[in-house]
């Protein structure tokens, strides 16, 4: 699978705008800031595919981008404090939306900023994952940001925080020297490959 292979389809701001899923889909999920894009843009070997915002909360849409054989799907951040209630509100319903629509959903990779304890709105995601049954896994970012001894210390912290998960695949990424992002590609490809084969 070709993962150099990515350009920008579309983007929607409500359920109402989506699309027929024809292809398997790969759906990034996690919190503004959270180094979302950057995981993004390293899996594809490209600078700015998904643009790196300094303003967190900034992107309001879910954006669709073909990568070979699949959907890359990049969902908008969530639990930015100075979004608006309006905001979340509508970010909830496109949210739900397309969670519910009838999909080719591949794999959702939630990611959590391995440096501090995953937060409420990033537990919620979990467990909605986890209950719904979507094929998921957590990518732990900003691995370079950490000491080894500090993150030997984070990934026993982690097996706490997230007791319950423990049959989630979990892949300390960083964004800075591309640890952990072959073995993500590998997961995704093999993903890809499952769904397209039930279809």
């Not at 790969?26 to 993004?40: D, E, P, T």
């Not at 073909?66 to 799907?73: A, E, I, N, P, T």
């Not at 909830?92 to 391995?114: C, H, P, T, W």
């Not at 998960?165 to 640890?179: C, N, Q």
Request: net charge positive; aromatic share 12%; hydrophobic share 40%.
């Amino acid at each position: 699978m070709n993962f150099n292979k990515a350009e920008f389809e579309f983007a929607v701001g409500a359920a109402s705008q989506l699309k027929p899923s024809e292809l398997p889909e790969v759906i990034f999920s996690g919190r503004s800031n959270v180094g979302k894009s950057s995981l993004i843009n390293k899996l594809v070997n490209r600078k700015a595919l998904a643009r790196v915002s300094a303003t967190p909360g900034k992107t309001a849409t879910i954006n669709f981008f073909r990568v070979d054989q699949f959907h890359l799907v990049d969902l908008p951040g969530y639990g930015y404090a100075k979004v608006s209630k309006a905001e979340k509100d509508r970010w909830a319903k496109l949210m739900e939306g397309y969670f519910s629509d009838d999909r080719n959903f591949a794999l959702v990779i939630q990611i959590v900023d391995m440096r501090h304890a995953p937060s409420i709105d990033d537990m919620n995601m979990i467990e909605y994952l986890h209950s719904q049954g979507f094929p998921f896994i957590i990518v732990l970012t900003k691995k370079d940001k950490l000491k080894k001894t500090q993150y030997l210390k984070r990934m026993e912290e982690l097996k706490t925080e997230l007791a319950g998960y423990e049959d989630v695949p979990k892949f300390p990424f960083s964004a800075v020297t591309g640890e952990g992002a072959q073995e993500i590609r590998d997961y995704i490809e093999s993903r890809v490959f499952s769904c397209s084969a039930e279809l």
